[in-house]
């Protein structure tokens, strides 16, 4: 594939997004506004590899704007690795806070399927602290 032979549509369905979505990206400054052919948007292996970089930081739990602190990085030609580090610092705590409350809540439910009591006022399960 040359560079920005892609349309919307055909870049939206290999990166696996919507084409309002990368609408979205470009008004909210990830994705550079797109080359124009004949007024249809163009697209290359240079967005194809940003909404990859978008797609896994969402997935890894990081909000647009920390995406965009990854993809200010390869702009700058910086090596990304120190602001991919900071950025899993900040955001492990509280993944490791959610896990711990997911882990609570399974081992409540756990309990729950061997509730056999006829009111809150007799069950354990229902006792704060």
């Known amino acids: 594939m040359t560079d920005a032979t892609l349309t919307i ?3 939206a369905e290999r990166a696996g ?5 990368i609408r979205f990206y470009e008004r909210r400054g990830l994705l550079s506004p797109a080359e124009r ?3 249809q ?10 909404l990859e970089v978008i797609s896994v930081a969402k997935d890894a739990g990081f909000t647009l704007d920390e995406a965009r602190v990854l993809l200010d990085a390869i702009d700058a030609g910086t090596p990304m690795g120190s602001a991919l ?3 899993a610092d900040r ?5 490791e806070a959610l896990i711990a409350r997911a882990e609570e ?3 409540w439910l756990r309990h729950a399927q ?3 009591c006829a009111s809150p006022d007799t069950c354990g399960l229902f006792t704060l602290g």
């Open 114 to 116: 061997g509730c056999r």
């Open 41 to 50: 948007r163009r697209y290359g292996d240079a967005e194809l590899r940003r």
């Open 91 to 95: 955001r492990l705590p509280d993944v």
């Open 85 to 87: 580090r900071e950025l």
């Open 105 to 107: 809540m399974r081992d």
């Open 17 to 21: 997004v919507a084409t309002s979505t």
């Open 37 to 39: 052919v004949s007024g």
């Open 9 to 11: 549509g055909q870049c």
